[in-house]
């Protein structure tokens, strides 16, 4: 268990009942689950922490996270809805109305569409997202991806840009506020917020959660952006990706 800079200390940590967490990049390894990352999840959970995957992943990724992962909810497409699973029935909560944010993402899909050209492709996933556009932009040079970020802003749409896709969509959440509307339902207050979660990220669309809550790690890979981010991560780990969550939870966990 190791960290760069700042090393979290127990009594900063003890409190903690929730660990929100992004996905790629974060829980996954170059696409995959890792092993001891998916053992990490158990025992967070064994351990009474509950996790809640908050991620710009699809609706059909969400679904099989709730249904097989030991999360207590995941919260997709940057903040469009959030899905819980109880007895084997998994329930979606929508920031609006599903009816509304469906036709608005496919008003907006129609838009983005002519900006792609022959260079962007959508994500592989696209066919089984609720509210959003995602844009592949893996391998691709930082200027184009926010060129064409720009164009999808001049357009109206709200952009959030991780280490994987361009996401984009018409509506005033995003991974922050359904995160925090959640946890108020939860029934968390200002003092909770502060002293019982903390997130962890890689990217430049955590920036709204790096920036509300007080309790922030990022995992190595997060060092290139770190100067896009207007609030940097309290905590970062020395590994990358999965393998860098897994020193977060340890650190958890022995805080415990």
């Known amino acids: ?20 967490t992004d996905i790629d990049d974060t829980l996954t390894t170059e696409g995959r689950l890792l092993p001891e990352t998916y053992q990490a999840l158990w025992d967070l959970e064994k351990a009474g922490i ?50 509304l944010q469906a036709e608005r993402q496919q008003r907006h899909l129609t838009s983005v569409l002519p900006l792609l050209g022959d260079r962007f492709q959508l994500a592989h996933d696209q066919r089984f997202r609720l509210a959003d556009v995602a844009i592949d932009i893996v391998g691709y040079p930082r200027a184009e991806v926010d060129a064409l970020a720009e164009q999808i802003r001049a357009l109206g749409g709200t952009v959030a840009i991780s280490s994987v896709h361009i996401n984009t969509w018409i509506g005033d959440y995003n991974k922050r506020t359904m995160s925090e509307r959640l946890l108020r339902r939860l029934g968390l207050d200002d003092v909770d917020l502060a002293e019982k979660v903390c997130f962890a990220g890689d990217s430049r669309n955590d920036a709204p959660m790096f ?40 650190a958890l966990l022995a805080a415990r």
């Open 1 to 20: 268990m190791s960290f760069l800079g700042p090393i979290p200390q127990p009594e900063d940590l003890r409190d903690v009942r929730y660990l929100l």
């Open 50 to 99: 509950g996790v809640i995957t908050v991620t710009g992943g699809s609706a059909g990724w969400c679904e099989h996270i709730v249904r097989a992962w030991p999360v207590a909810a995941a919260i997709g497409e940057s903040g469009a809805f959030v899905m819980t699973a109880r007895n084997n029935r998994v329930e979606v909560e929508y920031w609006e109305d599903e009816v």
């Open 211 to 250: 920036a509300f809550f007080g309790k922030t790690f990022g995992v190595a890979n997060i060092l290139p952006v770190l100067d896009d981010l207007p609030k940097k991560p309290r905590w970062i780990s020395a590994e990358v990706a999965g393998r860098g969550f897994v020193d977060i939870a340890k």
